[in-house]
C-alpha cells in the first residue's frame, strides 16, 4: 500500500536511474518510487556489458573518453553535457560501488576493465556478463533499508497533473485507481523498445514517461535517434535478449539461412564490423536470400571457455535448448537503445518547471546520433544524481507544498479491442527500423496517427494494456514525425 497522500519527490521508474537517483535523499525528505512492474523488470536489470569510465590516469584519460563519445555520436553530441559524463561519471562508479556493487576484479585484486567496441581503451567495469543485474541488486538493498524512500511495485503512472507548486500524479496501484501529490517528480521511465517488434527490452519499455511529459507540454528531442543491435537471440516465442558482441568478439562467424559466411560481400571488417553496419548487412543479405534466418557459429570455440565466458548468455540460450558449444545460435537485429528523449538541461530538469527526466528516457545530448557502448549505465548514474542534487538546491531556496485536489478523472470505460499493440509495433518495423524507408515512413505516419486518434476518442477504461498502447502510439508518431520532417529537409 502507498503509506502517504502527498511526498516531496515521486520517482517514476526503479532502474538504475530511479533508485540511485532517490538515494540522494537523506532522511527528512519523503520519496516514492514506482515500478511498473516487477522490482527487477527494466533495461537496466538486462545490461550485460559494463560501465564506462576513467577510473585510471595512468593508462586512459578524459580527453580520450570524450573523443571516442564523439567518434560514435558523430559528433551530435552536446559538449557541455558529455564533459559532465566524463569528469563527475568515476566518481559516480566509486560511489555505486560503496553502496555495495560489485565488478570483477583480476587476480592483483584490481578492477577487470574490459573493451568494447568504440572504445580505444579498456575502461569498462563488469560482472561477469550481468553488470545491470548487480547494479540494480545493490541498489534495491540500499533503497529498501532507507526509511525516508516508499517502493510501490505493480503501479503505474498514468498521467501527471500540474497543480499549484507540483504534480498530482495519477495512479493504478495493484488495480485500483489512486492519486498522489508532490512536489518534484523524476521521470526514470527507461526506454521505447516495445514500439518494436523485435526489440532487446522488456515489457516496461513502452515510453510511458515520453507520452507523459509530452501531454504536460515538455520538449522532446531526437526521439528518431534509435539504436539497433546486430544479435539478438530470436526466438519463436517474440522474446528477444540480446547476444552480446563480445561473441563476435570471441570469433563467433555470422551465418546466413544457408549457413554460409556473407559480411565479406558487406564491410572488410567482416563480423568486427561496427553493430551499425552489421545489422545493415543482415537486412540486406535476407533481402537477397529472402529469409530472416541468421545464425551465430561459436562452435569452434572452447566449450569450457564458452561457459564461464558467457555463463548468462550460455543460459539464456539453454532455456530455448540451444547449447552455443554445440548448435548455431538464431539471431536478427532488433531494437535496443534510444539516444533521444524528454529534453533536459545538465541538470535533468525539462522545459516543464519541477520535472526531472533522467536515465534512457532524456535527452541530455551525451550520445549524439549513435551511442558508444557502455555510456548509458554511466549516463544514469550520473544525470540521476544531478537531478537530486538540484531539487535538493530549489528545497534548500523555500519548501514550496502541494495543495491537494481531488482526482477528476473517469477511468470508466470500454475494454481496449486486441491487436492495436501489434499494428503500432508492424507499421514501425516497416517503415522505421535498420534501413528506414520514407514511402513507409509516411504512410505509417499517417496510419498511426489514426491509430492515435482512435485510442484518444475510444473512451476506453485506462488499463495498463490502454495506458501502454497510448504511450507506444505517441513515440511512434513523434519518431515517424521526426524522420519525416528529416526526410523533407535533405
Ligand atoms: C539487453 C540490454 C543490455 C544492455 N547493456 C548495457 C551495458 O552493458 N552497458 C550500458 O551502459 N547500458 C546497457 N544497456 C542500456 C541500459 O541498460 C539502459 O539504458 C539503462 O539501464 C536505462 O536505465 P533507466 O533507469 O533509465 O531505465 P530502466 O532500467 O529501463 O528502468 C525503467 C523503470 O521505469 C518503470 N516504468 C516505466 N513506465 C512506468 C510507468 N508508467 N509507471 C511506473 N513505472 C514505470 C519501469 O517499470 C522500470 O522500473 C543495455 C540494455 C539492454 C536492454
Known sequence: MIQKQIYDVLVVGSGVAGMYGALQFKSGTDVLILSKYSKTTSNSNLAQGGVAAVLSLEDDSYELHTKDTFIAGRHENDPEAVDVLVHEGPEDVRRIME??????????????????GGHCRRRIVHYKDCTGAEMVRALLKQVEARENIEYAEDTVLCRLVRVRSGFRADLLHGGVYTSVFCNYCMLCTGGIGRVYKYTTNPKSATGDGIRIAW???????????????????NSEDGEQFLISESVRGEGAYLLNCRHERFMDRYDDRLELAPRDVVSKAIIL???????????????????????????????????????ITKDLIPIFPCQHYLMGGIEVDIDSKTTVPRLYACGECANTGVHGKNRLASNSLLEALVFSRRAAEDIKRCMANGFPNVSPLPADCDYTGAPLPPGIVSEIRSIMQRAYFVLPDPGAIRFGLKQIDNILKRLKGGKYSWTTEYLEALSLATVAYIVLKEAEEANERR
Not at 553502496?99 to 568494447?116: M, Q, S, V
Not at 529472402?290 to 550460455?314: M, T
Open 99 to 116: 553502496l555495495g556493487a560489485e565488478f570483477d576484479r583480476n587476480a592483483d585484486g584490481e578492477l577487470d576493465k574490459t573493451l568494447e
Open 215 to 233: 501531454e504536460l507540454g515538455a520538449r522532446i528531442k531526437n526521439l528518431s535517434y534509435i539504436q539497433f543491435h546486430p544479435t539478438a537471440f
Open 285 to 323: 543479405e535476407s533481402r537477397r536470400t529472402g529469409s530472416n534466418d541468421f545464425f551465430l557459429d561459436i562452435r569452434h570455440e572452447d566449450a569450457d571457455f564458452l561457459r564461464a565466458r558467457f555463463p548468462a548468455i550460455s543460459e539464456g540460450c539453454m532455456r530455448y535448448g540451444v547449447d
